[in-house]
């Protein structure tokens, strides 16, 4: 595994501009690649009792989907898929990475400020839009492993045009010219863009709400789903006081070079969509089935406890501010990767990372497979916990979950 070190080219429509003249080169790991899939997802406004196992399998078929179809060398990516679906997302979610990081560097600001355009009422639409030094931009992201990059040009510059588009600093768009396996070509980064209008300059707008949003994203994903729908609930409606994560309900807290970051664990064997119920009697034999087939390769993903802090004092300045160094710690199957916006991502393959291993044991593995195994079978349990209601205190939980404990009693 490695970093791709990738050459800016510059359409024409931009090739005179100083500012996008100011950045030559675009690094990338396949960690970004597969943290900026995540990214782009849609933002789960609630989540339910039953998406805690759809939730587990997903992180790590993503991760499995990048690892197998995506080949990272110096100077180029090679999208492998012959699946023609997947080789569409996959240049998608390229096109995203590039775009993101390209406009992080550029502007030397941070992945969490970015916020997704909702749909006009008429027109194309741009992807996402940014607030730096008062001055908003919006950009368009396209990825591809064709030679030509005109008609996503035509494109871009068709989303720019659209006369329904609010006035903002600078539009422009970055294309992600990527290989098929095996092509010799260079990858590289193109930008196309219009001239920016100093007319249009932000006073005083705050990033704040789309900064939480933007771990909510994350937070959906590693945060018990009782507590993330209380994280979520007062952004949807606009009361960002009221915003509090309780960091006592993640699973997992991992040390990383001094630093704590709170966070969920997820494994290979955890993929739901790999097994076929019929062919397996007990949780114990798919356990072992599955183990085989994947070996032991665990993730954790985890948000710096500095942030969960400065969201619950409603600390804006600091977040505001807050821009950790990137770092990419990478060997052939397992990486760290720590991004600017605090959220720190680990894969360990067959017991590399031995704190990842005593976090998420082999008997957790196991009884989460069980329980993934119960719920696609239809076999819930009862709670069992002691409850608190004045009616019934102290007797056992009845409510029936393919979790361990209750939506109440977790």
Known sequence: MTISKLKIHLDET??????????????????????????????????????????????????????????????????????????????????????????????????????KIGVPVKGKYMDYSIIVN??????????TVSKSYSSFKKDILKKKSNKHN????????????????????????????????????????SSFKTQLLNYAMFLSYILDSKYYNKYIRPLKSKKLQRVRIDNNKFFAKYIFEGKAYYGECFDYRLI???????????PQDLFTLKTIKFGKTKFFIGIDERIIERINSQDISFLENFNEESKCHINEDSFQFLDKDGILIVKSKDGWDRQLDVLFTE?????????????????????GAPCTSKDREGKPCEIKTFREKCHFHR
Do not use: W
């Not at 008062?134 to 990825?143: A, M, P």
């Not at 609010?166 to 539009?171: F, G, H, I, M, Q």
């Not at 739901?272 to 007990?282: A, I, V």
């Open 166 to 205: 609010k006035d903002v600093y600078l539009r422009f768009g970055t294309i992600a010219m990527i290989n098929n396996e095996g092509e010799g070509k260079l990858s590289r980064c193109v930008v196309v863009d219009d001239p920016p209008n100093e007319d249009n300059i932000e006073k005083n707008k």
């Open 363 to 383: 008997k957790e593995v196991k009884r989460r497979l069980g329980y993934s195994l119960n719920y696609s079978l239809g076999f819930s349990h009862k709670c």
């Open 134 to 143: 008062n001055r908003e931009y919006e950009l368009e992201t396209k990825g």
């Open 14 to 115: 931009v090739k005179d501009s100083p500012l996008f003249k100011s950045k030559e080169e675009l690094s990338i790991c396949k960690p970004e690649i597969f943290k900026y899939g995540v990214f782009a997802e849609e933002i789960p406004m609630k989540i339910s009792e039953s998406d805690f196992d759809y939730l587990q399998s997903k992180i790590p078929a993503y991760e499995m989907l990048y690892s197998d179809f995506l080949s990272i060398y110096a100077d180029r990516i090679e999208n492998i898929s012959k699946d023609d679906r997947k080789k569409k997302l996959l240049s998608e979610v390229i096109g995203v990475a590039f775009g993101i990081k390209y406009t992080v560097e550029l502007l030397n600001t941070n992945p969490n400020k970015f916020k």
């Open 272 to 282: 739901r969509e790999d097994f076929d119920t019929l062919q397996y009697n007990n």
